[in-house]
């Protein structure tokens, strides 16, 4: 379906129902997905919002001044994320090894879990191989200012793998960029992926930035670190991570839907071994001993 859009000569008409029929044409004739479809609704919120604060905008309907608030968010299905494997990531490193500041970006993003943009605003002082640090903070360069997507600076510490390959990338740089693009200029985000996807396509491998970083995200989370260390190490929340990474998390708590019935094994150990403690001080007959040493079994 083209050139959907909603028919209105004041921002009055557009109702609750009028958007709700928007965004339901939207799904059936483009087939957009929920995310989409609730992206959209997102953006008529704030949009109303803004005309609400700086237009003095009112609704016709009283039960909401915001008429796309009345409009119900889609369900959307549990995110499913990408990520590389141990021999995936090796072969992802190897196609570029012609490109060695594209490689150097590559591994940036696997083994630091950085975002794209993130990387690509890196300095050469944001970068130190001695301390093994990676430090992601706003600033401003030639006068642009940026920062961080969180709007909070974090520091990612250089793992070894990363600091082989960093070790060996020197590029004819010009400062202030850690990784110039082939101009010696901060690359721009949209030419830094369709260069990699250019070469990964002739190499059958469609692996992007995101999966890129959520292959860090994912490795972590199967090693068995925390869902905190890794929200923090990748400038995310902590929410966000447990939505994504949380079903990597090794089962390592068989031991806690044990219930009581399964110490009682435990018990019958520490008595033993409490009697042969006894016996050992000089006690003839341990038995005899008990009467001195009660044992306490606690019941719920």
């Not at 990387?119 to 401003?140: C, H, S």
């Not at 923090?232 to 939505?243: A, K, T």
Request: aromatic content about 8%; hydrophobic content about 35%.
């Amino acid at each position: 379906m083209k050139h959907v859009h909603m028919h209105a000569a004041f921002l009055e008409q557009i109702t609750a129902s009028v958007i709700e029929g928007f965004i339901t044409r939207r799904i059936s004739g483009d087939g957009i997905a929920p995310k989409t479809a609730n992206l959209c609704r997102g953006v008529l919120h704030r949009m109303f919002n803004f005309a609400i604060s700086n237009w003095n905008f009112v609704s016709t309907d009283r039960r909401n001044s915001n008429p796309a608030a009345m409009v119900e968010r889609r369900r959307e299905p549990a995110s499913r994320i990408r990520f590389l494997t141990l021999p995936e990531i090796d072969k992802q490193l190897e196609v570029l090894a012609k490109e060695p500041t594209l490689q150097a970006i590559v591994a940036t993003l696997i083994y630091a879990g950085l975002r794209r943009s993130e990387a690509l605003w890196l300095t050469v002082d944001d970068v130190d191989l001695e301390r093994l640090l990676i430090y992601v903070r706003a600033k401003t360069v030639d006068g642009e200012y940026w920062q961080p997507k969180t709007k909070t600076n974090r520091t990612v510490p250089i793992s070894s793998a990363l600091k082989d390959i960093l070790s060996l990338y020197n590029p004819q740089r010009r400062r202030p960029w850690f990784f110039p693009s082939t101009r010696g200029f901060r690359w721009d985000p949209d030419n830094f992926s369709q260069d990699l996807r250019e070469i990964n396509h002739s190499c059958d491998l469609d692996w992007s930035s995101l999966d890129f970083r959520h292959t860090f995200g994912s490795h972590l989370a199967q090693k068995g670190e925390s869902l905190y260390k890794i929200a923090e190490l990748m400038g995310n929340s902590p929410e966000i991570c447990r939505r994504h990474y949380a079903a990597l998390v090794p089962e390592k708590m068989h031991d806690v839907v044990e219930f009581e019935s399964g110490t009682s094994g435990k018990n019958e150990k520490t008595v033993e071994m409490l009697q042969q403690i006894l016996h050992r001080l000089g006690d003839s007959n341990p038995e005899d001993a008990q009467p001195r040493l009660r044992i306490v079994k606690s019941h719920v």
